[in-house]
């Protein structure tokens, strides 16, 4: 079974501080990575995916992330966070083919202060 | 492209009452989910659809919960009788169903049951 875990459940940064939201998870087959966000009062967004190639990938906004396979890690980052990215930002998997449905992480609520 | 809808956003009602959510996906996607989200986790899977078949239920409380999406479009997914630990979110996701989709989500319903 897949298992997504999110070690930051809550962080605090102030305006043009660099971000790191750490994500591990467990699954003995290849998958695809993804990071969604969800901003105050809206739906879950798609942020970046990685499904294979080049293990660094961009996403909306300026995010980042890095697959790291041997450490079974796909840490989102920024380097500089507006007040704007306030927000929940949830790490998920699914398995590379077949069933499609995510496995969640339990999410990291990031609030950046002006 | 218009989003995933649900209804209705905000549900209240009494334990052992009966509850249904609607949900209609992106036009074109064969794949519809339904997530359920407790506070404080991320969102957990009920079940998957492909066109109007099941995939995947083997998460969803058989003994209370249905779901069904008769002419593999819109969906409804009931839950009789309600119990307090089904207060959540309850997102509806789809996706085309073709290699490389990602999902996309709706707007979810909050259910409080008291």
């Known amino acids: 079974a897949q298992s997504v875990s999110q070690h930051n459940h809550h962080v605090i940064l102030s305006e043009a501080a660099s971000l790191e939201l750490g994500c591990n998870y467990s699954y003995g087959g290849t998958v695809n990575l993804f990071w969604y966000v969800q901003y105050p009062g809206q739906h879950l967004q798609l942020l970046l995916k990685?499904?294979?190639?080049?293990?660094l990938v961009k996403g909306i906004k300026g995010f980042e992330a890095e697959f790291i396979k041997s450490k079974f890690s796909f840490n989102l980052r920024k380097p500089s966070v507006q007040w704007s990215d306030t927000a929940e930002y949830f790490c998920?998997?699914?398995?590379?083919?077949?069933?499609?449905?995510?496995?969640f992480g339990s999410g990291t609520r990031l609030q950046v202060q002006p | 492209e218009a989003g995933v809808a649900q209804s209705p956003r905000y549900k209240i009602i009494e334990k052992r009452q009966s509850v249904a959510f609607w949900c209609n996906p992106i036009?074109?996607?064969?794949?519809l989910y339904w997530y359920q989200q407790i506070l404080g986790q991320g969102p957990k899977l009920l079940i998957q659809f492909q066109n109007n078949g099941v995939v995947d239920d083997s998460q969803l409380p058989k003994d209370r919960f249905s779901a069904e999406r008769l002419k593999g479009v819109d969906s409804t997914l009931k839950i009789q009788p309600a119990k307090l630990e089904d207060s959540a979110v309850y997102l509806c996701?789809?996706?085309?169903?073709?290699?490389?989709?990602?999902?996309?989500f709706g707007p979810g319903t909050r259910l409080t049951v008291t």
């Open positions: 990685y499904f294979s190639g080049d293990p």
């Open positions: 998920a998997v699914n398995a590379y083919t077949g069933r499609r449905a995510l496995t």
């Open positions: 996701a789809s996706d085309s169903g073709t290699g490389g989709a990602w999902q996309y």
């Open positions: 036009s074109g996607h064969a794949t």
